[in-house]
């Protein structure tokens, strides 16, 4: 017994500090999955959303100086019944996130590892079992060290875990397990390489075929039936290969400007998700290094969740020479854990990226300015502008068209076309339509 003790004792101190840190180093992240938990989709709870961060802070510590307190053996009575209801707590969560299908990553390990609801489930069953082990043998868990000893590495522990989680609240996480991590290109990871293996699914079609419902099952194809269409039942067989970014983009209101902005090679991306949430010193700090940026030739864009109305009140209040574009909150939460954040991108590859505390370390040398025209304001070189008229589908000439008795047309429509021709011409399509002659 006094063996396998030792052993789990071993093992769940490890594992508790192990996890604790994946999430204290990034505790706002730990947050964020705490406001999915507390939702009313979830558990319900609105009411503690606010105290989030809070919260996340308080277990993440706990959970470090608990796995600490017991590889020392420092107030074992006190340090296993609490890991027993810590466990006992995370057990039913991830009982109820599975057994419902609400939650689809726990969050026990950050973004360094996901694990599905029922993996998570699964993991801490087995620390419960060995927590209860703790708990029969808690005679075995003697300090290490003498007392004092024993206290000062302790009181380090606790120390050492607020001093990191501060840290990387006011700055960045010092491990980044993201895709939007340096080095990391947006756009390579937002595609799935052809080789990847693809989804494997059963669907159950139901139709109702003279009178009677029949089901019919294909491989996602819809099916060649005489009825009507009922409903359908969609089985995975087994997961194909997503992308690690699925939901990013950068919008106006008028058009997706994501490739656009993906391909400049000296790009400023500010982020906030929430400006209404934005830290005032850091929009303050944003505004100094964004006309530096600027001023040494990068483009500098934002991107927001925000709507036009707040766009437009914290560009005016804080005098900010660029402009903010739509982008979803969760992505703007996961791209930088600050707001506001930058991130500075060569054609999509994220070279640096900065707390707004942290400006100041940005390197920004100048550079050759690019021609910041966006798609939808292109001015077209007549030169270079061709139109092509067609009457009933078939090639004709302005001549043609002209001759043409207004009283015999049906319709006229008029479509802005590009060929890719070589020295891509761009192409105003002429369409006519006549009436059917009597």
Same mark, same amino acid.
């Given at each position: 017994?006094?063996?396998?003790?030792?052993?789990?004792?071993?093992?769940?101190?490890?594992?508790?500090?192990?996890?604790?840190?994946?999430?204290?180093?990034?505790?706002?992240?730990?947050?964020?999955?705490?406001?999915?938990?507390?939702?009313?989709?979830?558990?319900?709870?609105?009411?503690?959303?606010?105290?989030?961060?809070?919260?996340?802070?308080?277990?993440?510590?706990?959970?470090?100086?608990?796995?600490?307190?017991?590889?020392?053996?420092?107030?074992?009575?006190?340090?296993?019944?609490?890991?027993?209801?810590?466990?006992?707590?995370?057990?039913?969560?991830?009982?109820?996130?599975?057994?419902?299908?609400?939650?689809?990553?726990?969050?026990?390990?950050?973004?360094?590892?996901?694990?599905?609801?029922?993996?998570?489930?699964?993991?801490?069953?087995?620390?419960?079992?060995?927590?209860?082990?703790?708990?029969?043998?808690?005679?075995?868990?003697?300090?290490?060290?003498?007392?004092?000893?024993?206290?000062?590495?302790?009181?380090?522990?606790?120390?050492?875990?607020?001093?990191?989680?501060?840290?990387?609240?006011?700055?960045?996480?010092?491990?980044?397990?993201?895709?939007?991590?340096?080095?990391?290109?947006?756009?390579?990871?937002?595609?799935?390489?052809?080789?990847?293996?693809?989804?494997?699914?059963?669907?159950?079609?139901?139709?109702?075929?003279?009178?009677?419902?029949?089901?019919?099952?294909?491989?996602?194809?819809?099916?060649?039936?005489?009825?009507?269409?009922?409903?359908?039942?969609?089985?995975?067989?087994?997961?194909?290969?997503?992308?690690?970014?699925?939901?990013?983009?950068?919008?106006?209101?008028?058009?997706?400007?994501?490739?656009?902005?993906?391909?400049?090679?000296?790009?400023?991306?500010?982020?906030?998700?929430?400006?209404?949430?934005?830290?005032?010193?850091?929009?303050?700090?944003?505004?100094?290094?964004?006309?530096?940026?600027?001023?040494?030739?990068?483009?500098?864009?934002?991107?927001?969740?925000?709507?036009?109305?707040?766009?437009?009140? /914290?560009? $005016? +209040?804080?005098? @900010?020479?660029?402009?903010?574009?739509?982008?979803? =909150?969760?992505?703007? &939460?996961?791209? !930088?854990?600050?707001?506001?954040?930058?991130?500075?991108?060569?054609?999509?590859?994220?070279?640096?990226?900065?707390?707004?505390?942290?400006?100041?370390?940005?390197?920004?040398?100048?550079?050759?300015?690019?021609?910041?025209?966006?798609?939808?304001?292109? /001015?077209? $070189? +007549?030169?270079? @502008?061709?139109?092509?008229?067609?009457?009933?589908? =078939?090639?004709?000439? &302005?001549?043609? !068209?002209?001759?043409?008795?207004?009283?015999?047309?049906?319709?006229?429509?008029?479509?802005?076309?590009?060929?890719?021709?070589?020295?891509n011409t761009k192409i105003n399509r002429v369409e006519i339509t006549l009436k059917?002659?009597?």
């Amino acid at each position: 017994m006094k063996f396998l003790v030792a052993l789990c004792r071993i093992f769940v101190g490890i594992l508790f500090i192990f996890s604790g840190m994946i999430k204290l180093n990034d505790p706002l992240g730990f947050s964020y999955k705490l406001q999915e938990y507390f939702s009313a989709e979830v558990l319900d709870l609105p009411f503690l959303m606010p105290y989030a961060l809070g919260i996340s802070v308080i277990v993440v510590v706990l959970e470090v100086v608990l796995g600490v307190f017991l590889l020392i053996g420092y107030k074992s009575k006190f340090t296993v019944y609490s890991l027993l209801a810590m466990i006992v707590f995370f057990t039913f969560l991830t009982f109820y996130a599975a057994y419902f299908d609400k939650v689809k990553d726990c969050g026990c390990f950050g973004d360094f590892l996901k694990l599905t609801p029922w993996q998570s489930f699964t993991k801490d069953l087995i620390l419960l079992v060995l927590i209860l082990v703790l708990v029969v043998g808690l005679k075995y868990i003697k300090p290490l060290f003498n007392p004092l000893a024993t206290t000062v590495l302790a009181l380090f522990g606790f120390l050492f875990s607020l001093g990191f989680g501060y840290y990387v609240l006011e700055h960045l996480p010092v491990w980044d397990f993201r895709a939007y991590k340096i080095g990391d290109n947006i756009k390579a990871n937002m595609t799935v390489p052809e080789d990847a293996p693809k989804e494997v699914s059963e669907w159950t079609w139901t139709f109702n075929v003279n009178g009677e419902e029949k089901q019919f099952v294909t491989d996602g194809s819809y099916p060649k039936v005489n009825g009507e269409y009922v409903s359908y039942e969609k089985k995975v067989i087994s997961e194909g290969t997503e992308p690690k970014i699925f939901d990013f983009s950068i919008e106006s209101q008028e058009e997706d400007l994501t490739d656009y902005f993906l391909e400049k090679e000296h790009l400023v991306m500010v982020v906030s998700y929430n400006l209404n949430a934005a830290n005032a010193e850091g929009l303050k700090a944003i505004k100094t290094f964004t006309d530096k940026a600027i001023a040494n030739g990068y483009t500098v864009i934002g991107v927001t969740a925000s709507g036009e109305d707040l766009k437009q009140s /914290i560009t $005016d +209040s804080f005098k @900010l020479n660029f402009k903010f574009y739509l982008c979803d =909150e969760k992505v703007g &939460k996961t791209i !930088v854990r600050a707001n506001p954040g930058v991130v500075m991108l060569e054609k999509g590859t994220v070279t640096q990226k900065a707390h707004y505390n942290d400006l100041e370390d940005l390197n920004i040398p100048k550079v050759t300015p690019e021609e910041n025209k966006l798609p939808s304001e292109e /001015i077209i $070189d +007549s030169d270079q @502008l061709e139109t092509r008229y067609f009457i009933n589908n =078939e090639v004709s000439t &302005k001549e043609a !068209v002209d001759a043409l008795d207004t009283e015999t047309i049906e319709s006229m429509n008029v479509v802005k076309d590009t060929l890719s021709t070589t020295d891509n011409t761009k192409i105003n399509r002429v369409e006519i339509t006549l009436k059917p002659k009597k």
